[in-house]
């Protein structure tokens, strides 16, 4: 009889054990789930906001105060560490006379190494003047590198990457 109910403690014990052991695993994995979650919309509000020309909102909920800012595959002499606010001040004077900008984004890959992340993002982005003589639209497809790391406000992005595979269309839509 005693080796029954030992038997049966220590079965008690070892699913219990288990059960702890899935839990905690499930529980990192709900976590992570919902970091991924938290870092995508980061990145979707990169792209949606630069479309909308919401420039308050880049500053406010997708950049760090200061950003290591890599563009050197569409011409820029070196990597520079910018405050937002002269990114978006550069993206107004370049997208501000056009009549739309749509960034397509996806394939997301992400890295995450605790308060910090790394993204690759496939994009295509069409830029769109309906007075353009030489044709209405250029497009760039490429792809992003990101760094987001966790600040008091949530994820955001303080290093930006563009891999520029292509252009095609009027590249000065004039």
């Keep these: 009889m005693k080796t029954k109910s030992s038997l049966f403690i220590i ?3 070892f699913m219990l054990s288990c059960s702890t052991e899935k839990k905690h695993e499930h529980h990192t994995h709900s976590c992570k789930n919902s970091e991924r979650v938290a870092i995508t919309d980061v990145v979707n509000k990169l ?3 630069t479309d909308n020309l919401q420039w308050e909102e880049l500053i406010s909920e997708v950049f760090t105060q200061q950003v290591m800012f890599d563009v050197t595959s569409m011409g820029a002499e070196k990597a520079e560490n910018l405050p937002a606010y002269k990114i978006t001040e550069m993206w107004d004077t ?4 056009l009549d739309a900008v749509h960034h397509q984004a996806g394939n997301y890959i992400i890295e995450i ?3 910090e992340a790394d993204v690759l993002a496939y ?3 069409s830029h769109y003047s309906k007075d353009a003589k030489n044709g209405t639209t250029r497009e760039f497809v490429g792809s992003y590198n990101l760094h987001l790391k ?4 949530g994820w955001r992005i303080d290093g930006f990457k563009y891999n520029l595979k292509y252009m095609s269309g009027n590249n000065e839509l004039n």
């Design 113 to 115: 190494n605790n308060e």
């Design 150 to 153: 966790k600040t008091e406000n």
């Design 123 to 125: 994009s295509i982005a």
């Design 94 to 97: 370049g997208l501000n006379d």
């Design 47 to 49: 792209f949606v906001y």
């Design 11 to 13: 079965s008690i014990f």
